[in-house]
């Protein structure tokens, strides 16, 4: 264990899955409880266009990431809000939307499928300290922003209605709510990969539901979930040769297991 | 002579949704101090009166006033107590403890990025306490009959110490017996607490006694000082479509 954190590319897959664990725990809670799981589904899937984007003109795919993840947010949130289409289409025509507009990207340049396989399935090589850098000051932004309106995005999560009655303003919320998701999931792509991103986002908190805790122990449990995943899954990455994003969700999916399990109705 | 000021105006508010009208010219006033109902048919406008009064639609015409301010400069929602139709059918699995849905009541109140402070404490206990869930605090409200959940919605709603408390049709989901100490809890809240009430319901004799002003709505409003003033009225069946008799029946 000392002899893998002596490594830097280590040291930093490490620094920036813990930042992802929490993000992604946090913020994965309120979109399970909203029925919204498959927002990170999407993002993840758009994001993977602004990484095409950004190998085909040599820009740096974690910001062209960023930029087309928060697009898709807020055009996904202004369709359900204000055209009131129904989330779960509104998500299925983006995710294969995008898919194909990154497939025909890719296929257009057809010179960077290496590149590429790192950004799908995550790598711990991949880990730059730029990357490092970007992670530490949009994380902490991210982090600042659910914090500051964490119990008004509960409020909303558990009676939409209520709150916005009581004088919360929703709509900004949840267009917030939305932009950090979005930003949380670019950066997630270099350790656990566009395909994989949904489930570090998803499966901790529907795990942790699974005890029958209140709101603030079962956001706490899911992070404490997330974060031994990222640990033991990068770990395994190291020792084994395994695609990081691989290796995390199939530590996840052993939690949701072992809880279904001990909860069993 | 005592003055009562009002809680809400209504000045030719009418809704549309695509050409189809829902309500159309209504005028009313709630006053301070009121215990007021709302009764009418389905899909008559009743729930559609109380989300413009709590600003959940926007009217297509008219205006709104809530304690004689426009409703569009309207900042102190905490004042009103909303308790909305569907709130007692929750999620059995949503991860929330009675205690964490009744301080749901003080976060407007509170400001960003801010903790409970001692009087938050103190006054959700106390909401807690009044509607009787105080031993339930640690229990999740999915796990809840429809009877205590209707009673924690209620809880959160008075922790905000409102002045007035809206509850739309309180009885959905709800057994006979809950119903009537549902009632008895709005009576008791009007009386010791001088909370101003108004609520939707389909059982105006069950409460007949206590109304000071009954709201009649299908599409238009018809208000009436007394439920007895309206049993008498005709335009009850006029306005239900066919004939219609109340009942009073005292308990």
């Not at chain 1, 296929?107 to 396989?117: I, K, P, R, T, V």
């Not at chain 2, 549309?16 to 009313?28: A, D, H, Q, Y």
């Not at chain 2, 559609?48 to 301010?69: N, Q, S, Y």
Request: aromatic share 10%.
């Amino acid at each position: 264990m000392i002899e893998m954190l002596s490594y830097p590319f280590m040291q930093r897959a490490f620094a920036a899955g813990l930042i992802i664990a929490i993000l992604a725990a946090i913020s994965g809670s309120f979109i399970v409880l909203r029925r919204y799981s498959l927002l990170s589904e999407t993002l993840a899937h758009v994001s993977l266009v602004g990484v095409s984007v950004g190998l085909l003109i040599g820009s740096n795919p974690l910001w062209m990431a960023i930029v087309a993840s928060l697009i898709a947010s807020w055009m996904i949130e202004y369709l359900r809000s204000v055209h009131h289409l129904y989330s779960d289409s509104i998500l299925a025509i983006f995710l294969s939307g995008s898919l194909a507009l990154a497939i025909i990207i890719v296929s257009l340049a057809g010179s960077f499928n290496a590149s590429l396989f790192s950004y799908l399935f995550g790598s711990i090589l991949s880990v730059t300290n730029e990357d490092l850098a970007v992670m530490g000051i949009a994380g902490t932004a991210g982090m600042a922003l659910l914090l500051l309106f964490f119990k008004e995005l509960y409020f909303i999560a558990f009676d939409e209605e209520v709150a916005r009655a009581s004088g919360i303003r929703v709509a900004l919320l949840n267009f917030m709510l939305v932009s950090v998701i979005a930003v949380i999931i670019a950066l997630s792509i270099r350790v656990v990969g566009t395909l994989l991103i949904g489930a570090l986002m998803v499966i901790p908190p529907v795990a942790a539901i699974r005890f029958g805790l209140g709101f603030f122990k079962t956001m706490l449990l899911s992070i404490i979930i997330a974060l031994i995943s990222v640990i033991v899954g990068l770990s395994a990455s190291f020792f084994f040769s395994l695609p990081s994003g691989a290796a995390i969700v199939l530590c996840l999916l052993l939690f949701f297991i072992v809880a279904l399990v001990i909860n069993l109705p | 002579m005592k003055f009562f000021p009002s809680l809400f105006e209504f000045h030719n508010v009418s809704f549309s949704v695509r050409g189809n009208e829902i309500l159309k010219s209504v005028n009313c006033t709630v006053l301070k101090g009121e215990y007021c109902a709302i009764i009418g048919p389905n899909g008559g406008g009743k729930t559609t009166l109380i989300r413009l009064l709590m600003g959940l639609d926007k009217p297509t015409a008219g205006t709104i006033k809530l304690f004689g301010v426009e409703q569009n400069k309207f900042k102190a929602w905490h004042k009103i107590g909303y308790v909305p139709q569907r709130s007692a059918l929750v999620d059995a699995n949503f991860p929330a403890t009675v205690r964490e849905v009744v301080a749901m009541g003080r976060y407007a109140l509170r400001g960003v990025f801010s903790f409970e402070s001692a009087e938050d404490r103190h006054i959700i206990e106390e909401s807690m306490e009044q509607m009787g869930v105080s031993d339930l605090c640690d229990r999740l409200i999915g796990h809840l009959s429809g009877g205590q959940r209707q009673r924690v919605m209620i809880a959160r709603a008075l922790a905000s110490h409102p002045e007035v408390l809206i509850v739309d049709e309180p009885n959905t989901g709800v057994d006979v017996e809950s119903q009537h100490r549902f009632y008895e809890l709005l009576r008791s809240l009007h009386k010791t607490r001088g909370i101003s009430i108004l609520f939707i319901t389909h059982d105006v004799g069950v409460i007949a006694e206590d109304i000071s002003k009954l709201f009649f709505v299908n599409q238009t409003l018809l208000v009436s000082q007394t439920p007895q003033e309206m049993v008498r009225c005709e335009e009850i069946s006029r306005l239900y479509g066919n004939p219609s008799h109340v009942v009073c029946h005292n308990h």
